[in-house]
T-cell receptor
Framework: RKEVEQDPGPFNVPEGATVAFNCTYS??????FFWYRQDCRKEPKLLMS???SGNEDGRFTAQLNRASQYISLLIRDSKLSDSATYLC????????????FGKGTKLSVIP | DADVTQTPRNRITKTGKRIMLECSQT?????MYWYRQDPGLGLRLIYY???????NKGEISDGYSVSRQAQAKFSLSLESAIPNQTALYFC??????????????FGPGTRLLVL
């Protein structure tokens, strides 16, 4: 079983749409969770951390379900500039600072 | 100025050549990492270093070596490059003082082509 799994997409959505990405992880000892964004041919950049109670940053909402080992990212009112690949990232286990990256979900927001 | 820089940004080399990729950071972080990214495979960890005297192998260290010359510098070497080392290489840093929310900051990447 792969450690961090994501739907590769692509997700093609119109401007203004709401889109959700899902991610599952296999290591039940993982304690830190993140969403990164990667533009084409660029470096990954932190989008947001994911907290147990769920958290929101503007149009972006992240949720964590530890029992199901499931993470989600919701993007509301999609903008053209949201087009990118979204990486689900999980630390490798309790006390570990190694991160495991999902392969990413590609989003294209269409005018 | 960028906090994490990588040189060169692009490199073409031939099979069997030795090459070095360099990474420098001004973030003051103690932890540094080297990854490679291949289409369809995502980011994979090659080596990581938690301080100047602490070097650790990652998931795919074979064929690579590293040197942590100073807290701010971490170099990746390919002793004898082979075509399947063609990839996009990223350096990253993190700050251990962030605890559970320690996250990594990436350099702009080095695109390597081995012929």
């Amino acid at each position: 079983r792969k450690e961090v799994e994501q739907d590769p997409g692509p997700f093609n959505v119109p401007e203004g749409a709401t889109v959700a990405f899902n991610c599952t992880y296999s290591n039940s000892a993982s304690q830190s969770f993140f969403w990164y964004r990667q533009d084409c041919r660029k470096e990954p950049k932190l989008l947001m951390s994911v907290y147990s109670s769920g958290n929101e940053d503007g149009r972006f909402t992240a949720q964590l379900n530890r029992a199901s080992q499931y993470i989600s990212l919701l993007i509301r009112d999609s903008k053209l500039s949201d087009s990118a690949t979204y990486l689900c990232v999980v630390n490798s286990g309790a006390g570990s600072y190694q991160l495991t990256f999902g392969k990413g979900t590609k989003l294209s927001v269409i005018p | 100025d960028a906090d994490v820089t990588q040189t060169p940004r692009n490199r073409i080399t031939k099979t069997g050549k030795r090459i070095m990729l360099e990474c420098s950071q001004t973030k003051g972080h103690d932890r540094m990492y080297w990854y490679r990214q291949d289409p369809g495979l995502g980011l994979r960890l090659i080596y990581y270093s938690f301080d100047v005297k602490d070097i650790n192998k990652g998931e795919i260290s074979d064929g690579y070596s590293v040197s942590r010359q100073a807290q701010a510098k971490f170099s990746l070497s390919l002793e004898s490059a082979i075509p399947n080392q063609t990839a996009l290489y990223f350096c990253a840093t993190s700050d251990r003082m962030k605890g559970a929310q320690e996250t990594q900051y990436f350099g702009p990447g080095t695109r390597l082509l081995v012929l």
